[in-house]
T-cell receptor, first 114, second 111 residues
Framework: DGGITQSPKYLFRKEGQNVTLSCEQNLNHDAMYWYRQDPGQGLRLIYYSQIVNDFQKGDIAEGYSVSREKKESFPLTVTSAQKNPTAFYLC?????????????FGNGTRLTVT | LAKTTQPISMDSYEGQEVNITCSHNNIATNDYITWYQQFPSQGPRFIIQGYKTKVTNEVASLFIPADRKSSTLSLPRVSLSDTAVYYCLVGARYNNNDMRFGAGTRLTVKP
């Protein structure tokens, strides 16, 4: 079955530590995205990547970093510079442009920083 | 980016038809309207997308009037499992990096 895998489902970290969230897709999609969701809120775009070795900042990129070394993988690092890192993080992928596709989401990683 | 406005919450009962309206007064000529559904602790799932008039699939219908300044997602005969948050987004077709999720409409289906 094709899809997006995010791991782990729950992640706990101490304040001041960097943490990396994994996102892998086997849909052969070119574009991948990271969103953050806070309780009762909609999703906010952190970073997106339309092709390998290229990525763009979204609306709330400060305190986060990404890499896109492989088409299948788009890990997100939450750095110690992110002031409020506790949130639900969602990864998505899609085919972009003409003949493209809607977003396909993983089931998220819930990060708690104390 | 076109802004959307949806009701914060709606209640319904099993077996009823539910209509959720989204307002998008500044929709652009090349913008499409897309709806997603999200269950707690899961990622959103695409429901339907349309440009004008009516679109129907196995899950829902999307009604778009001629002026395209609003749209209505129609869920026929809802069940308890349709309890979720529904998001309306507006943007160029599959130009996903320009799509923005608002707070959505929290639909609660009661027995």
């Amino acid at each position: 079955d094709g899809g997006i895998t995010q791991s782990p489902k729950y992640l706990f970290r101490k304040e001041g530590q960097n943490v990396t969230l994994s996102c892998e897709q086997n849909l052969n999609h070119d574009a991948m995205y990271w969103y953050r969701q806070d309780p009762g809120q909609g999703l906010r775009l952190i970073y997106y990547s339309q092709i390998v070795n290229d990525f763009q900042k979204g609306d709330i990129a400060e305190g986060y970093s990404v890499s896109r070394e492989k088409k299948e993988s788009f890990p997100l690092t939450v750095t110690s510079a992110q002031k409020n890192p506790t949130a639900f993080y969602l990864c998505a992928s899609s085919i972009e442009g003409q003949g493209g596709s809607p977003l396909h989401f993983g089931n998220g990683t819930r990060l708690t920083v104390t | 980016l076109a802004k959307t406005t949806q009701p914060i919450s709606m209640d319904s009962y099993e077996g009823q038809e539910v209509n959720i309206t989204c307002s998008h007064n500044n929709i652009a000529t090349n913008d499409y309207i897309t709806w997603y559904q999200q269950f707690p602790s899961q990622g959103p799932r695409f429901i339907i997308q349309g440009y004008k008039t009516k679109v129907t699939n196995e899950v829902a219908s999307l009604f778009i009037p001629a002026d395209r300044k609003s749209s209505t997602l129609s869920l026929p005969r809802v069940s308890l499992s349709d309890t979720a948050v529904y998001y309306c987004l507006v943007g160029a077709r599959y130009n996903n990096n320009d799509m923005r999720f608002g707070a959505g409409t929290r639909l609660t289906v009661k027995p």
